[in-house]
């Protein structure tokens, strides 16, 4: 995104302080957001199958965890029309996926008003309202994946470990 929005000259300005605030939101949303809404996902995916053990903790930690996340967007919200540099960038455009599923994290929206607000407004952009119907295409109804292929992604998922440099990268001929 950094790098689109440079080459088009849109959505990343360039004077220093505002480009860096945009640049504050971005590296949020990389090392929170994104991150800390994935893991609240995974667990309470896990916990619906019943078969992961107790999840308590998990889900406890990574619920209040998300409800956090949504105070801090609440806060860089409050007399705010955007998350930064005041106007529309690349900051509202990836923070904003994650957000819209506030439905399905537990979230009850009358305590974060200024996200609601932010949400509200710039969801009627229409390049935004086009780039949220990307991708069904590729979604796949989870009861049409086998078993077999459920098993397997669970073992990706959850069983990967570090793997050794390459001999080929020590040893180069």
Not at 45 to 66: C, M, P, Q
Not at 94 to 109: E, G, K, M
Not at 135 to 148: K, L, M, Q, Y
Not at 149 to 154: G, K
């Amino acid at each position: 995104m950094m790098y689109l929005a440079e080459k088009a000259g849109r959505f990343w300005p360039q004077e220093p302080r505002r480009k860096y605030e945009v640049s504050q939101w971005i590296m949020w949303q990389m090392a929170n957001q994104g991150p800390k809404f994935g893991e609240q996902g995974h667990f309470r995916r896990a916990a619906e199958g019943g078969k992961n053990g107790d999840l308590a903790h998990a889900l406890l930690r990574f619920d209040s965890e998300v409800h956090r996340l949504y105070g801090v967007m609440n806060l860089g919200l409050f007399n705010k029309l955007y998350l930064a540099a005041g106007e529309y960038t690349i900051a509202d455009m990836i923070c904003y996926p994650w957000a819209v599923t506030w439905q399905s994290r537990n979230i009850d929206f009358a305590e974060f008003p200024h996200v609601k607000r932010w949400m509200d407004d710039i969801g009627e952009r229409p390049a935004l309202k086009k780039a949220m119907t990307v991708g069904p295409e590729f979604r796949e109804d989870p009861a049409t994946v086998s078993p077999e292929e459920r098993e397997r992604r669970a073992r990706l998922l959850t069983h990967q470990r570090a793997q050794r440099v390459p001999q080929e990268w020590v040893n180069p001929t």
